[in-house]
């Protein structure tokens, strides 16, 4: 297990800062979010998941789309914006999506997945005899979202298998927690009965081992959970700051928030050959992917209006 | 069974609803209903009732009072493969839970390079006439219209209340139907089990050649009686029930200004933006040839709507109305 979390970690990692470079380049169009010091969270959670449970993710989503199990070549060109992306170039970073692998998609609206992910577990609950849960992924920021809340009441009330996992980095965008929530992030889930707790969410481990935990009692019938992990964005909140020149963050704060990295608390558990295997395999990787990203066509013109509906819209 | 306690061969419109819905879920074991006092309460408008005690809670289910709830849940369940139908009570209220029918359920087809259907039903009670006030009585079918993605049903019969509803249930698509609080007391005639209308056709309600009137849902009833009060003055009216927004079935209205060469779109939205607009524009560009005359919309005032009965009527569409409208064109 240990060489896993590390190794997804570390990918995401990488994919992060690759995609940075992709941005800086112009092949990545829109910019990104990136994930980089939250990967933990998505490795340790989504380890603890199986096949056929599924996520709802966020606009910062990458990490969760890739610890699901989504083909990082193919989340590559998507982000490129190519034919052969996940999405066929139709979503992009923020809503790249692989339902096969169980992933219901990043998605640009703060909160909207609450819904999402608790309705997919209601239907896991009706279709009966299996024992599926759903996570939902979402930031500090969404704990004031309206929908959030409505949907963590209907969970409880419903007793549905669905985790919600708060990525606590301290910034809802610019605004700090403690600027934007009154009372607690946990205090939320208390208000409904769900119950919570608050983890180290540098930790792979620890993620991991408290998704588990929260993921074994949703399979057991016992309801929604709601796990709220302590991180820090090492990076801008969208690459557009790199720009723009955002200042919102004390520089002594962005040294601390980055002395406990995910990657080097995984990495540390491994055995330095180990580890360095690792990271010549993701290498590859990438390369590859960025080879396939960047080489892929676009998608034809002409085939703007497809997708749009399952059976045809013109009498 | 559900809720049909009509006589032998009709039914009201209210009732359509609960046996449009029953017969899909006797048919479908993945339809289930999700929505505010939809349960044993039978809905407000009593458009359920019946469904609790036939399917009981594991297919008929009240939630609380959370709009965005029900229909991202009904999403997320709707892509899991059962297929929801959820009731927003009033369709002002559809505006709470915007985002999920403006960025979430519309999308996600789209966006993900078509991995994923949503087959959806909103089912909203709409329109006004009832003395409800601005925030419960609004027509905001033109809402929807702005929305590629979604398609929207507003049947005017009990009949393709029935029908219209086993097509949006069975349509892998979402679709947003409308049913009209104004019709509910009305009746008629029950249709055979099986019967289904398909998304998209409209219905010439009455045949005529010298001005077509296109009407939707609450203003089929007035275009057909606006088209008697014009037969008396000699002019044959052809009324056009278009039933869906989307698709929206324009062969038919073509092919009858084709032969009315007259138009007149009957509309409960507001003038600005309303469904009619997209009529005429299409008449315009498609088949503008076939005019003899300009052509009217006959269209709610851009207000909210208003609550004393006597202001309701003079922003509403009315019989009056629709005559003077159809008058003005068939004697240009």
């Excluded at chain 2, 009904?74 to 002002?92: K, L, N, Q």
Aim: negative net charge; charged residues 20%; proline residues 5%.
């Amino acid at each position: 297990m240990e060489a896993s979390l590390y190794r997804m970690v570390r990918l995401i990692r990488r994919f992060e800062e690759r995609c940075v470079e992709l941005v800086r380049s112009g092949d990545i169009i829109g910019g990104i979010h990136p994930y980089i010091g939250q990967e933990a969270i998505a490795a340790g959670v989504c380890a603890a998941l199986r096949f056929d449970d599924i996520i709802t993710s966020t606009h910062r989503g990458h990490g969760h789309v890739l610890a699901k199990g989504a083909d990082p070549i193919r989340m590559l060109a998507e982000l490129c914006g190519k034919v052969t992306g996940l999405n066929r170039g139709r979503g992009g970073s923020m809503h790249a999506a692989d339902f096969s692998k169980g992933i219901f998609g990043a998605n640009g609206i703060v909160g909207a997945g609450g819904a999402i992910a608790t309705g997919a577990a209601w239907a896991f609950l009706r279709q009966g005899g299996g024992d599926k849960v759903a996570v939902s992924f979402f930031g500090d920021g969404a704990v004031s979202q309206g929908v959030l809340l409505e949907a963590m009441n209907l969970a409880a009330l419903w007793k549905v298998p669905v985790l919600f996992v708060c990525e606590n980095n301290g910034y809802a965008t610019t605004l700090t927690v403690s600027e934007s929530v009154a009372g607690t992030i946990c205090g939320r889930a208390s208000a409904f009965g769900i119950p919570s707790s608050t983890v180290d969410g540098m930790d792979a481990a620890v993620v991991f081992e408290a998704a588990s935990a929260a993921v074994e009692s949703a399979r057991r019938g016992e309801g929604p959970a709601f796990l709220e992990c302590l991180t820090y964005r090492f990076d801008a909140h969208h690459t557009w700051e790199h720009k723009a020149r955002v200042r919102y963050r004390p520089a002594e704060e962005e040294v601390s928030g980055r002395l406990r990295d995910p990657v080097e608390i995984a990495g540390g558990r491994l055995d330095p050959a180990e580890r360095e295997s690792i990271d010549e395999a993701i290498e590859a990787l990438l390369d590859e992917a960025v080879a396939f990203a960047t080489t892929s066509p676009a998608p034809d013109p002409s085939t703007a209006l497809d997708y749009l509906y399952g059976s045809a819209v013109l009498p | 069974m559900a809720s049909v306690k009509a006589d032998a061969g009709t039914i009201s419109y209210r009732e359509a609803v609960a046996e449009g819905i029953a017969r899909e879920m006797r048919r479908d074991p993945a339809v289930v209903c999700l929505g505010e006092d939809i349960g044993a309460a039978g809905g407000v408008f009593k458009t359920t009732a019946g469904l609790f005690a036939e399917f009981g809670p594991q297919r008929i289910w009240d939630t609380p009072i959370s709009e965005q709830a029900i229909v991202g849940a009904a999403m997320g369940a709707a892509m899991t493969g059962i297929r929801p139908v959820a009731e927003i009570m009033f369709s002002d209220f559809l505006a709470c839970c915007w985002d999920y029918l403006a960025n979430e359920i519309p999308k996600v087809r789209y966006m993900t390079g078509g991995q994923v259907t949503v087959p959806l039903v909103i089912r909203t009670a709409n329109g006004g006439g009832l003395g409800f006030g601005a925030q419960h009585s609004q027509a905001v079918e033109n809402w929807a219209l702005t929305i590629p993605g979604l398609k929207i049903a507003a049947p005017s019969t009990p009949a393709d209340v029935i029908g219209l509803m086993a097509s949006a249930i069975r349509s892998d698509d979402p679709v947003v139907f409308f049913e009209h609080k104004g019709l509910f007391a009305s009746k008629g005639l029950l249709p055979p089990e099986g019967h289904l209308v398909e998304l998209g056709k409209a219905a010439v309600v009455r045949e005529g050649t010298d001005v077509t009137l296109v009407a939707l849902a609450y203003t089929v009833p007035i275009a057909l009686a606006a088209a008697e009060r014009l037969a008396a003055k000699g002019i044959s009216t052809e009324v056009v029930d278009l039933r869906c927004l989307i698709p929206m079935d324009m062969t038919t209205v073509l092919a009858s200004v084709a032969k009315t060469s007259r138009l007149v779109t009957v509309e409960e939205n507001p003038h600005q933006a309303g469904w009619g607009a997209t009529v005429v524009s299409v008449v315009v560009d498609e088949g503008f040839q076939l005019l003899d005359a300009p052509v009217r919309r006959v269209a709610s005032a851009n207000v909210p709507l208003p609550f004393a009965d006597a202001l309701e009527d003079e922003v509403m569409p009315t019989v009056d109305k629709v005559v003077a409208a159809a008058e003005s064109v068939a004697n240009f």
